[in-house]
């Protein structure tokens, strides 16, 4: 017999079934992620790849490359494939509500990941991004000692992101000494956020601090720094492998709140195989934690 527990939000979920009887449903998955090119999404499939081997099921997987057209049809393509479960990670919340809507209509069960779409979902797993963001900015002020000039490295505007920033900008109004004098499109895009930072230094010759909505900006944002030779302090949030080496490192970047995108898509798979298997209260949303990562215990940490 195999047994999945899922812990989240206080409720304990215990499925246990027969492997032959698995065997027998012939459990298609289907995953659409709104990019491949990162290793947060990377680390996400592997986790899917386990969990679905362990149950014997089948797995789908698409990459949207952030063309939300794209993505609705490789969802189309799965729903022709007879998938079971679909797993859906939109590039943009409200232009996927299509797909969702022509999923439920064959009766498949819809779990959105990471970032909630729009439309009839069955369940939405996502980290506590409000939560991420006020982390890490009242990470920076306090690093500052409650002074100073800092600017926010935006990117992408879905759900996701724009919940950071608030929670950002509510934890820099805590700080009376702290000014926010500068917000800039990064993308969440490496060599995009390394131009944008560039001329953003150069603008702000007093400029203490940038907090990042993402690893992959910081990145570019960390090489900026580094070029001007500035005093300037980075926060931000995934936990990326090259983030986190950086921050464990010591330098300009001191901070990132880690997600933890393989709990994210295990979460979410037990949610649908929940529903699949005749759960008649599934959770409408469950929340995954945040944690601070930096100098103390970068070392030790790996999503």
């Not at 047994?3 to 989240?8: G, N, R």
């Not at 490789?74 to 409200?94: F, K, R, V, Y």
């Not at 010759?205 to 907090?211: C, Q």
């Not at 995954?288 to 103390?296: H, K």
Request: charged share 20%; glycine share 10%; net charge negative.
């Amino acid at each position: 017999m195999k047994k999945i527990v899922c812990t989240a939000s206080g409720l304990t979920l215990a499925l246990a079934m027969g492997t032959s009887a698995m065997a027998q449903d012939n459990l298609k998955i289907g995953m659409s992620f709104q990019e491949m090119n990162n290793p947060y999404f990377v680390s996400m499939q592997e986790a899917l790849n386990e969990a679905a081997t362990s149950i014997g099921a089948e797995v789908v997987v698409t990459d949207a490359a952030h063309d939300v057209a794209k993505q609705i049809s490789d969802i189309e393509d799965m729903l022709q494939q007879g998938i079971d479960i679909l797993l859906i990670n939109p590039t943009d919340s409200a232009g996927v509500e299509a797909a969702v809507q022509m999923a439920k209509a064959q009766d498949v069960i819809v779990v959105a990941v990471d970032a909630q779409a729009n439309g009839p979902v069955d369940t939405f797993v996502g980290s506590k991004n409000r939560d991420a963001g006020y982390m890490s900015c009242k990470y920076l002020a306090d690093e500052l000692g409650g002074e100073g000039e800092v600017a926010i490295l935006d990117g992408i505007p879905v759900v996701p992101i724009l919940q950071r920033v608030e929670g950002c900008k509510a934890a820099l109004e805590e700080f009376p000494g702290i000014q926010l004098v500068d917000t800039q499109n990064g993308r969440q895009d490496r060599s995009v956020a390394l131009g944008v930072v560039e001329n953003m230094i150069q603008s702000k010759p007093n400029l203490a601090g940038i907090f990042s909505v993402n690893d992959g900006g910081a990145m570019g944002a960390l090489a900026a720094i580094q070029g001007s030779g500035r005093d300037i302090k980075l926060t931000s949030v995934d936990g990326a492998p090259e983030a986190v080496q950086a921050i464990a490192e010591g330098g300009p970047f001191i901070e990132t709140t880690a997600q933890f995108p393989r709990d994210q898509v295990r979460v979410g798979l037990a949610m649908a195989l929940a529903q699949k298997w005749g759960a008649r209260v599934v959770p409408k949303e469950v929340p995954i934690d945040v944690r601070v990562v930096d100098a103390e215990n970068a070392a030790d940490f790996a999503w």
